[in-house]
């Protein structure tokens, strides 16, 4: 009786971390790994391309339609996260960071719950070491520049 309860528990623990890792590693909408979501955010921050070294972003808000809006738009992209070790993680994100189509928003819940993502056209990187293959893009670009330009002229000296 109890090698049978040891097989069915050991079983149970084995079919959890084959589900687990299946989850983990399957496609999904962009939106849904990004752990925090439009209606709950309190600010949100953006920057293409890092321009403004002495400031973290290049405009923030606490407007929710700016928010909406590029998880909206990012919503349309799949993605598959991609399983690298800690050194090609490092390198991928330096290069993600430094690739000419690069940006980077910030969203927060409140001061304690925040998220950083990185982004390029190809790759999204949120910040928990969790790096994502963009499967049916690129990301359109001249939809993140127009996106920039159009709230960093409203919010941008904020």
């Not at 109890?2 to 983990?24: C, P, R, S, T």
């Not at 849904?32 to 400031?55: C, Y």
């Not at 490092?90 to 910030?106: C, D, G, I, K, P």
């Amino acid at each position: 009786m109890i090698k049978k309860i040891g097989l069915v528990l050991l079983l149970a623990i084995a079919a959890g971390l084959i589900f687990y890792n299946w989850n983990e590693y399957r496609e999904k909408r962009l939106a849904d790994v990004i752990p925090l979501h439009a209606g709950e955010l309190t600010w949100m921050g953006f920057s293409k391309n890092r321009p403004v070294p002495d400031k973290p972003f290049e405009w923030g808000t606490k407007e929710k339609e700016p928010m909406e809006e590029l998880l909206a738009f990012l919503s349309q992209y799949r993605v598959k996260r991609k399983h690298v070790g800690y050194e090609a993680l490092s390198q991928e994100v330096t290069a993600l960071r430094n690739s000419e189509s690069a940006f980077e928003f910030e969203l927060a819940r409140d001061k304690a719950e925040t998220v950083l993502i990185y982004a390029n056209s190809n790759s999204v990187y949120v910040l928990m070491d969790r790096l994502y293959e963009i499967k049916n893009g690129p990301i359109n670009g001249d939809w993140i520049d127009a996106f920039n330009e159009k709230y960093r002229k409203i919010y941008g000296n904020s």
